[in-house]
Nanobody, 127 residues
Framework: QVQLVESGGGLVQAGGSLRLSCRVS????????MAWFRQAPGKEREFLAA????????NYGDSVKGRFTISRDNAKNTVYLQMNNLKPGDTAVYSC????????????????????WGQGTQVTVSS
């Protein structure tokens, strides 16, 4: 069974940065396309970023383009989300997800495409 564990969340002031990590265990991370989503209280889950199995293809949600960067280190079975210029509106629970059916370069912004999810990590941005 694949497990995803996020870390790196916390409290940061507006304009600051955080780097989230998602550790994959149970199977090698290179078998999955990976993505980050977030959900704030009372709001729908929002797609942030996705990366293909080998890391050669990425995609971002409009609200984070130019501020967030997704990357992966398959040797460490870890996916990262570097978040810069954070805003109070970025406050949410951030979760990583894995798509076991993705072919080599395919990535999806649709949460329904992802089979495994982490428990989430809270990010709070103060003004």
């Amino acid at each position: 069974q694949v497990q995803l564990v996020e870390s790196g969340g916390g409290l940061v002031q507006a304009g600051g940065s955080l780097r989230l990590s998602c550790r994959v265990s149970g199977r090698t991370a290179s078998a999955y396309a990976m993505a980050w989503f977030r959900q704030a209280p009372g709001k729908e889950r929002e797609f942030l970023a996705a990366i293909s199995r080998g890391g050669g293809n990425t995609n971002y949600g409009d609200s984070v383009k130019g501020r967030f960067t997704i990357s992966r280190d398959n040797a460490k079975n870890t996916v990262y989300l570097q978040m810069n210029n954070l805003k109070p509106g970025d406050t949410a629970v951030y979760s990583c997800a894995a798509d076991r059916n993705a072919i080599l370069h395919y990535i999806s912004p649709d949460s329904g495409a992802y089979d495994f999810w982490g428990q989430g990590t809270q990010v709070t941005v103060s003004s």
